[in-house]
């Protein structure tokens, strides 16, 4: 079971950033995607906001990060870890455009992007830039379908929908991945359809652990049901950790202890047919945060089995 991380800095929701993360900037972004290369971290992820109205601010914040931007950053400072979007509102966008940036830092980064897509849920966003909030499902499904051409192997994509058509337009440079793998974020009926047919993996949401198994056994019937036989990269967002004894207040759902017993919980998403874990630690400050990652890569998740 891979583990994967949000990074912090980069989107200060009040739903989840820690204090420290407000003072916080790119060199922080550094030493914490350092950490994450040589932690065994499978990704880093980057969120995907492009302008927040006021009558949200209070609780998401106006702090979002670019993901291309951002990702691109980290891939001149990291070797091994790869790169995700989590997720990208690819609907707000043409998809040669998506293409032209992701294509970029998935040749700059030597082939590790993954693009995580979503629908998106904020109305606003949507109008200033003149793209039909209640169609984004449609549209978000077609788009992907669109990027899956014009980031295959092909400098000259084609792709004809409804709502774009493009041939004969030449892009390089070109991914360095013959595929660029796709999950799909959401845990909405439809947005468990579009990972099912449309993903190589599937990003929830924050689904509670009991909620799991039934969306699991549901994106696999409609998986086989659509024919698609290739793998699926089945995700799952943790409970906030905190290796070890904390002498602070991390919160109530916060999983705390010992690596065997903070291993002995996360495996039982592998149990449920998890692929991989996001993780993501209570923390007081840089310091702590790369040293709460290095135990979990050193001391837990060598216990996952």
Known sequence: MAYGMQLPVQSQSALFAEAWEADAGPRDLVEIARTADRAGFAYLASCDHVAIPRRLADAMGTTWYDPVATLSYLAGVTERVRLLSHVAIVGLRHPLLSAKSYATLDHLSGGRLILG??????????????????RRGPLLDETVDALRAALGPEEYPEHHGTQFTFDGLGQRPRPAQERVPV???????????????RGDGWLPQGDPRDRLPERIASLRQLRAEAGV????????????LYVGEPSWPVGRRTLSGKPEALAESLRAYAAMGVHQIQVRFRSRGRE??????????????????
């Not at 999950?183 to 047919?197: E, I, K, M, Q, Y």
């Not at 036989?229 to 906030?240: D, F, N, Q, V």
């Not at 702590?288 to 089995?305: H, S």
Request: proline fraction near 6%; charge should be negative.
């Open 288 to 305: 702590e945060l790369r040293d709460q990652m290095a135990a979990f890569g050193a001391e837990v998740a060598p216990l996952f089995g």
């Open 183 to 197: 999950w799909v974020g959401g845990s909405s009926p439809a947005a468990v359809r579009r990972a099912a047919v």
């Open 229 to 240: 036989e290739s793998p699926l990269t089945i995700g799952a967002i943790t409970e906030p």
């Open 117 to 134: 897509v979503g629908a998106g849920h904020v109305a606003e966003e949507f109008e200033a830039l003149g793209v039909d909030f209640a």
